[in-house]
Nanobody, 132 residues
């Protein structure tokens, strides 16, 4: 069974940077599109960023554009989320998600990756707390 494990979450000061990692086991990493979602306290889960299976297409939420960067290293079975210029509103539990690739050569619209229902596997989450 495919499993995802996030790491890197911690308590940091606003304005600082943090890098999260997500390792996939039990499957072939390049068979999956990868994404990050988050759930802020008292709010619903929201999309953060996604990257397709070969890493040549990315999309991210307007709230993190220019500050967060998703990447992947297929040889390491790992997806990353580099978070810069962190704000208090970035506080929350960050979840890694994997969507099995059904059409490797398809040109998906960005909205596809923003839909949580498209993802087949989810990690347990890693807590990120930004203090002001």
């Amino acid at each position: 069974q495919v499993r995802l494990a996030e790491s890197g979450g911690q308590w940091v000061q606003a304005g600082q940077s943090l890098k999260l990692a997500c390792v996939l086991t039990g499957g072939t990493f390049s068979d999956y599109h990868m994404a990050w979602f988050r759930r802020a306290p008292g709010k619903e889960r929201e999309f953060v960023a996604a990257i397709n299976w070969r890493g040549d297409t990315t999309t991210d939420a307007d709230s993190v554009a220019g500050r967060f960067t998703i990447s992947r290293v297929n040889a390491e079975n790992t997806a990353y989320l580099q978070m810069n210029a962190l704000k208090s509103e970035d506080t929350g539990v960050y979840y890694c998600a994997a969507d099995i690739v059904m059409a490797p050569n398809a040109r998906y619209q960005g909205s596809y990756f923003r839909n949580a229902a498209m993802y087949d596997f989810w990690g347990q989450g890693t807590q990120v707390i930004i203090s002001s």
